[in-house]
Nanobody, 125 residues
Framework: QVRLVESGGGSVQAGGSLKLSCVAS??????MAWFRQAPGKGREWIAS????????YYADSVKDRFTISQDDAKTTLFLQMSSLKPEDTAMYYC????????????????????WGQGTQVTVSS
């Protein structure tokens, strides 16, 4: 069973940086992603990375500010967040699939059967 555990969330002022981590219990996934959910809103896709080195891909809202990456062992997923804005405030979730998620479906939650419990990021103005 794949288990994903996020960490690294916290409170930061606008313009600051945070680095999120997601440790996977196994490394057989082929696609990993970050999503976020702000209070009262739906879950939003942030970025995806593929084991096959396709991409990575980013949502327009975070492009050029966030960077998704993995360690060499492919067991830890990272999200480096910089130039944070109050609108980045949300619960951030790590997600994984053992399949190669179609690029056109990379933002669809249904393609990621494995999820972490989330880590809260709060950005104050």
């Amino acid at each position: 069973q794949v288990r994903l555990v996020e960490s690294g969330g916290g409170s930061v002022q606008a313009g600051g940086s945070l680095k999120l981590s997601c440790v996977a219990s196994q490394n057989f996934y082929r696609t990993m992603a970050w999503f976020r959910q702000a209070p009262g809103k739906g879950r939003e896709w942030i970025a995806s990375i593929y084991r096959s080195l396709i991409g990575p891909y980013y949502a327009d809202s975070v492009k050029d500010r966030f960077t998704i990456s993995q360690d060499d062992a492919k067991t830890t997923l990272f999200l480096q967040m910089s130039s944070l804005k109050p609108e980045d405030t949300a619960m951030y979730y790590c997600a994984a699939s053992v399949e190669v998620v179609p690029i056109l479906r990379r933002a669809d939650q249904e393609w990621y059967p494995y999820w972490g419990q989330g880590t809260q990021v709060t950005v104050s103005s």
